[in-house]
Protein backbone atom coordinates (compact mmCIF):
# COMPACT_ATOMS: atom_id res chain seq x y z
CA UNK A 1 0.00 0.00 0.00
CA UNK A 2 1.68 3.33 -1.00
CA UNK A 3 0.19 7.08 -1.47
CA UNK A 4 0.91 9.49 -4.13
CA UNK A 5 0.29 13.47 -2.74
CA UNK A 6 -0.62 15.63 -5.60
CA UNK A 7 1.08 18.75 -4.46
CA UNK A 8 -0.34 22.36 -4.64
CA UNK A 9 2.77 25.53 -4.90
CA UNK A 10 2.99 28.89 -6.31
CA UNK A 11 5.47 30.91 -6.71
CA UNK A 12 6.49 30.95 -2.99
CA UNK A 13 6.83 27.01 -3.02
CA UNK A 14 4.37 24.88 -1.64
CA UNK A 15 1.10 25.93 -0.23
CA UNK A 16 0.71 25.07 3.61
CA UNK A 17 -2.62 22.60 2.75
CA UNK A 18 -0.10 20.31 0.77
CA UNK A 19 2.50 19.95 4.17
CA UNK A 20 -1.87 19.07 5.87
CA UNK A 21 -2.03 16.72 2.85
CA UNK A 22 1.46 14.70 3.37
CA UNK A 23 -0.04 14.58 7.07
CA UNK A 24 -2.92 12.90 6.41
CA UNK A 25 -1.52 10.20 3.80
CA UNK A 26 1.05 9.14 6.34
CA UNK A 27 -1.59 8.08 8.90
CA UNK A 28 -2.41 5.97 6.07
CA UNK A 29 -0.22 3.60 6.76
CA UNK A 30 2.20 3.07 3.67
CA UNK A 31 4.69 5.09 1.64
CA UNK A 32 4.18 8.12 0.59
CA UNK A 33 5.24 9.88 -2.94
CA UNK A 34 4.84 13.42 -3.69
CA UNK A 35 4.26 14.96 -7.19
CA UNK A 36 4.86 18.09 -7.99
CA UNK A 37 3.73 18.55 -11.55
CA UNK A 38 3.75 22.15 -13.07
CA UNK A 39 6.68 24.33 -14.57
CA UNK A 40 9.53 25.58 -12.52
CA UNK A 41 8.68 23.10 -9.88
CA UNK A 42 12.94 22.89 -8.58
CA UNK A 43 12.49 24.98 -5.46
CA UNK A 44 8.83 23.27 -4.70
CA UNK A 45 10.45 19.85 -5.51
CA UNK A 46 13.44 20.20 -3.12
CA UNK A 47 11.11 21.70 -0.44
CA UNK A 48 9.04 18.37 -0.80
CA UNK A 49 11.87 16.34 -0.34
CA UNK A 50 12.60 17.84 2.76
CA UNK A 51 9.15 16.60 4.51
CA UNK A 52 9.49 14.20 6.80
CA UNK A 53 8.34 11.04 5.98
CA UNK A 54 7.85 11.81 1.95
CA UNK A 55 9.99 8.88 0.01
CA UNK A 56 9.73 10.09 -3.49
CA UNK A 57 9.09 13.37 -4.91
CA UNK A 58 8.14 12.09 -8.67
CA UNK A 59 8.70 15.81 -10.49
CA UNK A 60 6.26 16.92 -13.72
CA UNK A 61 8.13 20.16 -15.23
CA UNK A 62 6.74 21.43 -18.59
CA UNK A 63 5.10 23.95 -20.50
CA UNK A 64 1.73 21.43 -20.72
CA UNK A 65 1.50 22.00 -16.60
CA UNK A 66 2.52 25.43 -16.52
CA UNK A 67 -0.89 27.22 -15.39
CA UNK A 68 -1.96 23.50 -13.31
CA UNK A 69 -4.57 23.50 -15.51
CA UNK A 70 -7.00 20.53 -13.67
CA UNK A 71 -7.36 18.41 -17.30
CA UNK A 72 -4.04 18.25 -17.71
CA UNK A 73 -2.74 17.80 -14.13
CA UNK A 74 -5.30 15.04 -13.70
CA UNK A 75 -3.90 13.70 -16.87
CA UNK A 76 -0.15 13.60 -15.22
CA UNK A 77 -1.27 12.09 -11.90
CA UNK A 78 -3.32 9.42 -13.99
CA UNK A 79 0.54 8.97 -15.81
CA UNK A 80 2.33 8.51 -12.10
CA UNK A 81 -1.01 6.35 -10.32
CA UNK A 82 0.12 3.25 -11.41
CA UNK A 83 1.18 1.05 -8.38
CA UNK A 84 -0.65 3.43 -5.69
CA UNK A 85 -3.41 2.60 -3.68
CA UNK A 86 -4.45 6.02 -2.88
CA UNK A 87 -4.23 9.57 -4.01
CA UNK A 88 -4.20 12.56 -2.02
CA UNK A 89 -4.97 16.40 -2.39
CA UNK A 90 -5.78 19.01 -0.36
CA UNK A 91 -9.55 20.35 -0.28
CA UNK A 92 -8.98 23.35 -1.96
CA UNK A 93 -9.95 24.81 -4.54
CA UNK A 94 -7.42 23.26 -7.05
CA UNK A 95 -7.66 20.31 -5.16
CA UNK A 96 -11.53 19.97 -5.61
CA UNK A 97 -10.89 20.65 -9.51
CA UNK A 98 -8.47 17.95 -10.36
CA UNK A 99 -9.66 14.88 -7.88
CA UNK A 100 -13.16 14.04 -9.82
CA UNK A 101 -11.20 14.19 -12.74
CA UNK A 102 -8.29 11.57 -11.45
CA UNK A 103 -11.14 9.61 -9.63
CA UNK A 104 -13.46 9.55 -13.21
CA UNK A 105 -10.19 8.57 -14.98
CA UNK A 106 -9.16 6.05 -12.98
CA UNK A 107 -12.80 4.97 -12.33
CA UNK A 108 -12.30 4.88 -8.31
CA UNK A 109 -13.74 6.11 -5.43
CA UNK A 110 -13.51 9.57 -4.23
CA UNK A 111 -14.05 10.35 -0.60
CA UNK A 112 -13.78 14.09 -0.05
CA UNK A 113 -13.30 16.27 3.21
CA UNK A 114 -11.77 13.66 4.81
CA UNK A 115 -11.20 15.14 8.57
CA UNK A 116 -9.79 12.33 10.03
CA UNK A 117 -7.98 8.80 9.28
CA UNK A 118 -9.25 5.72 11.04
CA UNK A 119 -7.09 3.20 8.99
CA UNK A 120 -6.52 2.99 5.22
CA UNK A 121 -9.96 2.58 4.15
CA UNK A 122 -12.27 4.11 6.85
CA UNK A 123 -12.70 8.13 6.66
CA UNK A 124 -14.77 10.55 8.39
CA UNK A 125 -15.73 13.86 6.66
CA UNK A 126 -18.37 15.98 8.26
CA UNK A 127 -22.00 16.19 6.06
CA UNK A 128 -25.05 18.84 6.29
CA UNK A 129 -22.59 21.54 6.79
CA UNK A 130 -20.76 19.99 9.04
CA UNK A 131 -24.07 19.25 11.34
CA UNK A 132 -23.14 15.18 11.64
CA UNK A 133 -19.86 13.16 10.79
CA UNK A 134 -20.35 10.06 8.60
CA UNK A 135 -17.54 7.42 9.00
CA UNK A 136 -16.98 6.16 5.42
CA UNK A 137 -15.84 2.78 4.86
CA UNK A 138 -14.67 2.08 1.17
CA UNK A 139 -12.49 -1.10 0.10
CA UNK A 140 -12.15 -0.31 -3.66
CA UNK A 141 -8.70 -0.94 -4.39
CA UNK A 142 -7.44 2.56 -5.38
CA UNK A 143 -9.24 5.70 -3.48
CA UNK A 144 -9.36 9.22 -3.92
CA UNK A 145 -9.49 11.22 -1.25
CA UNK A 146 -9.62 15.14 -0.55
CA UNK A 147 -8.62 16.12 3.01
CA UNK A 148 -9.70 19.34 5.09
CA UNK A 149 -6.22 20.90 5.64
CA UNK A 150 -7.75 22.55 9.03
CA UNK A 151 -7.72 18.97 10.73
CA UNK A 152 -4.14 18.07 9.81
CA UNK A 153 -1.07 19.47 11.41
CA UNK A 154 1.97 20.47 8.85
CA UNK A 155 4.55 18.19 7.95
CA UNK A 156 7.41 18.75 9.63
CA UNK A 157 11.01 19.28 7.85
CA UNK A 158 13.93 16.79 8.31
CA UNK A 159 13.22 14.62 5.01
CA UNK A 160 15.74 14.00 2.87
CA UNK A 161 13.50 12.32 -0.25
CA UNK A 162 14.89 11.97 -4.12
CA UNK A 163 13.65 13.91 -6.80
CA UNK A 164 12.65 11.77 -9.87
CA UNK A 165 11.93 13.33 -12.75
CA UNK A 166 9.32 11.70 -14.86
CA UNK A 167 7.50 12.07 -18.50
CA UNK A 168 5.52 14.91 -18.55
CA UNK A 169 2.43 14.73 -20.71
CA UNK A 170 1.28 16.16 -23.83
CA UNK A 171 -1.45 19.28 -23.33
CA UNK A 172 -4.52 17.85 -23.61
CA UNK A 173 -5.88 21.11 -25.33
CA UNK A 174 -9.55 20.96 -23.23
CA UNK A 175 -8.55 24.59 -21.66
CA UNK A 176 -5.77 27.39 -21.87
CA UNK A 177 -4.74 29.71 -19.53
CA UNK A 178 -6.24 32.99 -20.98
CA UNK A 179 -4.59 35.18 -18.01
CA UNK A 180 -4.64 35.77 -13.96
CA UNK A 181 -5.50 38.27 -12.16
CA UNK A 182 -3.68 37.98 -8.64
CA UNK A 183 -4.99 39.77 -5.62
CA UNK A 184 -2.08 41.03 -3.47
CA UNK A 185 -2.30 42.07 0.01
CA UNK A 186 -0.09 42.61 2.80
CA UNK A 187 -2.39 40.50 5.68
CA UNK A 188 -1.97 37.10 5.69
CA UNK A 189 -3.64 34.36 3.10
CA UNK A 190 -7.46 33.60 4.84
CA UNK A 191 -6.71 29.53 5.22
CA UNK A 192 -3.17 30.15 6.56
CA UNK A 193 -3.74 33.11 9.38
CA UNK A 194 -3.37 32.48 12.93
CA UNK A 195 -5.80 35.37 13.55
CA UNK A 196 -8.89 36.29 11.41
CA UNK A 197 -11.50 39.13 12.41
CA UNK A 198 -14.51 38.56 10.27
CA UNK A 199 -17.36 41.05 9.52
CA UNK A 200 -20.86 40.21 9.22
CA UNK A 201 -24.24 42.16 7.35
CA UNK A 202 -23.81 44.08 11.10
CA UNK A 203 -21.13 46.49 10.20
CA UNK A 204 -23.57 48.01 7.36
CA UNK A 205 -21.74 48.63 4.72
CA UNK A 206 -18.65 48.68 2.79
CA UNK A 207 -16.91 52.23 4.55
CA UNK A 208 -18.09 50.46 7.90
CA UNK A 209 -16.58 47.31 7.44
CA UNK A 210 -13.47 48.75 6.37
CA UNK A 211 -13.27 51.97 8.92
CA UNK A 212 -14.16 49.48 12.25
CA UNK A 213 -12.56 46.00 11.03
CA UNK A 214 -9.18 47.30 9.28
CA UNK A 215 -8.09 48.94 12.28
CA UNK A 216 -8.82 45.91 14.54
CA UNK A 217 -6.95 43.14 11.93
CA UNK A 218 -4.52 45.67 11.42
CA UNK A 219 -3.70 45.77 15.54
CA UNK A 220 -3.61 41.70 15.68
CA UNK A 221 -1.59 40.83 12.32
CA UNK A 222 -5.04 39.20 11.35
CA UNK A 223 -6.71 38.44 7.86
CA UNK A 224 -9.80 39.77 6.79
CA UNK A 225 -12.88 37.41 6.78
CA UNK A 226 -16.49 37.95 6.28
CA UNK A 227 -20.22 35.97 6.10
CA UNK A 228 -21.75 35.57 3.04
CA UNK A 229 -24.31 38.10 3.78
CA UNK A 230 -21.53 40.90 4.41
CA UNK A 231 -20.20 39.80 0.67
CA UNK A 232 -23.45 39.57 -0.85
CA UNK A 233 -24.43 42.96 0.26
CA UNK A 234 -20.67 43.97 -1.18
CA UNK A 235 -19.23 44.86 2.16
CA UNK A 236 -16.31 42.56 1.30
CA UNK A 237 -14.72 40.97 -1.53
CA UNK A 238 -15.75 37.23 -2.57
CA UNK A 239 -12.59 35.61 -1.58
CA UNK A 240 -13.00 37.13 2.12
CA UNK A 241 -16.14 34.45 2.59
CA UNK A 242 -15.86 32.21 5.27
CA UNK A 243 -18.43 28.91 5.47
CA UNK A 244 -20.20 26.21 4.11
CA UNK A 245 -19.78 27.63 0.09
CA UNK A 246 -16.69 30.10 1.14
CA UNK A 247 -13.00 28.75 3.00
CA UNK A 248 -13.03 26.67 5.97
CA UNK A 249 -10.47 28.06 8.60
CA UNK A 250 -9.06 27.14 11.96
CA UNK A 251 -7.11 29.82 12.95
CA UNK A 252 -5.86 30.53 16.37
CA UNK A 253 -8.37 32.98 17.00
CA UNK A 254 -11.64 33.79 15.08
CA UNK A 255 -13.20 37.09 15.75
CA UNK A 256 -17.02 37.41 14.56
CA UNK A 257 -18.26 41.15 14.60
CA UNK A 258 -21.93 41.72 13.53
CA UNK A 259 -22.40 37.98 12.84
CA UNK A 260 -25.05 35.83 13.46
CA UNK A 261 -23.40 32.54 13.52
CA UNK A 262 -25.67 30.50 10.80
CA UNK A 263 -25.11 27.09 10.47
CA UNK A 264 -23.38 27.59 7.10
CA UNK A 265 -21.28 30.10 8.09
CA UNK A 266 -20.20 27.83 11.66
CA UNK A 267 -19.50 25.17 9.13
CA UNK A 268 -16.72 27.13 7.79
CA UNK A 269 -15.00 28.15 10.78
CA UNK A 270 -16.35 26.39 14.04
CA UNK A 271 -13.18 24.61 14.20
CA UNK A 272 -11.40 27.69 15.48
CA UNK A 273 -9.28 27.43 18.44
CA UNK A 274 -10.24 30.25 20.23
CA UNK A 275 -13.83 32.01 18.90
CA UNK A 276 -14.39 35.73 20.10
CA UNK A 277 -17.81 37.17 18.87
CA UNK A 278 -19.40 40.69 19.57
CA UNK A 279 -23.42 40.83 18.83
CA UNK A 280 -25.58 42.92 20.49
CA UNK A 281 -28.01 40.39 20.12
CA UNK A 282 -28.07 37.51 23.18
CA UNK A 283 -30.00 35.57 21.12
CA UNK A 284 -27.35 34.98 18.18
CA UNK A 285 -26.61 31.59 17.71
CA UNK A 286 -22.70 32.48 17.45
CA UNK A 287 -22.49 32.82 20.96
CA UNK A 288 -23.63 28.82 21.27
CA UNK A 289 -19.96 28.17 19.66
CA UNK A 290 -18.13 31.35 21.37
CA UNK A 291 -15.44 31.05 23.51
CA UNK A 292 -15.75 34.28 24.38
CA UNK A 293 -18.93 36.69 23.98
CA UNK A 294 -19.53 40.32 24.37
CA UNK A 295 -22.99 41.07 23.90
CA UNK A 296 -22.72 44.63 22.86
CA UNK A 297 -22.71 47.29 19.87
CA UNK A 298 -19.80 46.48 17.78
CA UNK A 299 -19.43 50.12 16.72
CA UNK A 300 -18.38 50.83 20.26
CA UNK A 301 -16.85 47.60 21.24
CA UNK A 302 -14.92 47.42 18.51
CA UNK A 303 -13.06 50.74 18.96
CA UNK A 304 -12.47 50.30 22.38
CA UNK A 305 -10.57 46.74 21.57
CA UNK A 306 -8.39 48.85 19.38
CA UNK A 307 -7.42 51.55 21.44
CA UNK A 308 -6.55 48.90 24.63
CA UNK A 309 -4.40 47.34 22.36
CA UNK A 310 -2.87 50.20 21.31
CA UNK A 311 -2.11 51.37 25.33
CA UNK A 312 1.03 50.74 25.92
P1 LIG B 1 -27.27 38.25 9.64
O1 LIG B 1 -27.80 36.89 9.83
O2 LIG B 1 -28.20 39.29 9.13
O3 LIG B 1 -26.70 38.71 11.05
C1 LIG B 1 -26.23 39.98 11.33
C2 LIG B 1 -25.90 39.99 12.83
O4 LIG B 1 -25.33 41.22 13.15
C3 LIG B 1 -27.14 39.79 13.72
O5 LIG B 1 -26.91 38.72 14.61
C4 LIG B 1 -27.24 41.11 14.49
O6 LIG B 1 -27.67 40.95 15.84
C5 LIG B 1 -25.79 41.59 14.44
N1 LIG B 1 -25.68 43.05 14.54
C6 LIG B 1 -26.32 43.99 13.80
N2 LIG B 1 -25.91 45.22 14.14
C7 LIG B 1 -24.99 45.06 15.14
C8 LIG B 1 -24.20 45.94 15.90
N3 LIG B 1 -24.26 47.26 15.71
N4 LIG B 1 -23.37 45.43 16.83
C9 LIG B 1 -23.29 44.08 17.04
N5 LIG B 1 -24.01 43.19 16.33
C10 LIG B 1 -24.85 43.67 15.38
N6 LIG B 1 -23.17 32.26 5.05
C11 LIG B 1 -21.86 32.42 5.32
O7 LIG B 1 -21.43 33.25 6.14
N7 LIG B 1 -20.93 31.63 4.65
C12 LIG B 1 -21.28 30.70 3.76
O8 LIG B 1 -20.40 30.05 3.19
C13 LIG B 1 -22.67 30.51 3.48
N8 LIG B 1 -23.09 29.56 2.61
C14 LIG B 1 -24.43 29.37 2.43
C15 LIG B 1 -24.85 28.32 1.63
C16 LIG B 1 -26.21 28.10 1.45
C17 LIG B 1 -26.64 26.95 0.58
C18 LIG B 1 -27.15 28.93 2.07
C19 LIG B 1 -28.62 28.70 1.92
C20 LIG B 1 -26.73 29.98 2.89
C21 LIG B 1 -25.38 30.22 3.06
N9 LIG B 1 -24.92 31.25 3.87
C22 LIG B 1 -23.59 31.36 4.14
C23 LIG B 1 -25.82 32.31 4.39
C24 LIG B 1 -26.24 32.09 5.83
O9 LIG B 1 -27.39 31.29 5.88
C25 LIG B 1 -26.58 33.45 6.49
O10 LIG B 1 -27.57 34.10 5.74
C26 LIG B 1 -25.39 34.38 6.62
O11 LIG B 1 -24.30 33.72 7.20
C27 LIG B 1 -25.79 35.55 7.51
O12 LIG B 1 -24.75 36.48 7.56
P2 LIG B 1 -24.64 37.49 8.78
O13 LIG B 1 -24.50 36.73 10.05
O14 LIG B 1 -23.59 38.47 8.42
O15 LIG B 1 -26.02 38.29 8.68
Known amino acids: MSTLVVAEFGAAGLRPATLSAVVAALQLGGGVDLLVA ?7 ARQGAALAGVGRVLQADGASLAHQLAENVAA ?3 ACAQGYSHIVLAATAQGRN ?3 RVAALLDAAQI ?29 AVLVLTVRATHFGAAPGGGAAACVAVPVVADSGLSSHQGSEIATSDRPELTAARIIVSGGRGLG ?3 QFEQVLTPLADRLGAALGASRAAVDAGYAPNDWQVGQTGKIVAPELYVACGISGAIQHL ?11 INKDPEAPIFS ?3 IGLEADLFAAVPEMVQALQAP
Do not use: W
Not at 38 to 44: I, L, R, S
Not at 113 to 128: C, Q
Open 289 to 291: VAD
Open 112 to 140: SDVTRVLDAHTFERPIYAGNAVATVSCTD
Open 205 to 207: SRE
Open 76 to 78: QVL
Open 267 to 277: AGMKDSKLIVA
Open 38 to 44: GHDTEAA
Open 98 to 100: VAP
